[in-house]
């Protein structure tokens, strides 16, 4: 059974720094797209930043590009994503997603429970 654990977040404040981790297990990971996504109470889950399986293609959304690194880990089964330059509209819950359409009986989409991110003023 699929599982993503994010960890990580908390609260910090204007300008500082976070990584958040999201460790997997249950499947291949390294065959899997890697996704983070944010949401804020009330409003649509939000696209942040991407990498594609086996360290291809990575892709930020706007609110990340340029303050935001996404990486991984394949031998830990591991997705991060190093923010900086945090602001308070950062301010979200944060998702992992690991998504695979190629994969045997496919496709996989599966979703992590969250971690909160606070950036004070």
């Known amino acids: 059974q699929a599982q993503l654990a994010e960890s990580g977040g908390g609260l910090v404040q204007l300008g500082g720094s976070l990584r958040l981790s999201c460790v997997t297990s249950?499947?291949?990971?390294?065959?899997?797209?890697m996704t983070w996504h944010r949401q804020e109470p009330g409003k649509e889950r939000e696209f942040v930043a991407r990498?594609?399986?086996?360290?291809?293609?990575?892709e930020y959304g706007g609110s990340a590009a340029g303050r935001f690194t996404i990486s991984r880990d394949n031998a830990k089964n591991t997705l991060y994503l190093q923010m900086s330059s945090l602001k308070p509209e950062d301010t979200a819950t944060y998702y992992c997603n690991a998504w695979c359409g190629s994969c045997f009986k496919g496709p996989y989409d599966y979703w992590g429970q969250g971690t909160q991110v606070t950036v004070s003023s």
């Open positions: 990498i594609g399986a086996s360290y291809g293609l990575i």
């Open positions: 249950g499947f291949t990971f390294s065959n899997y797209q």
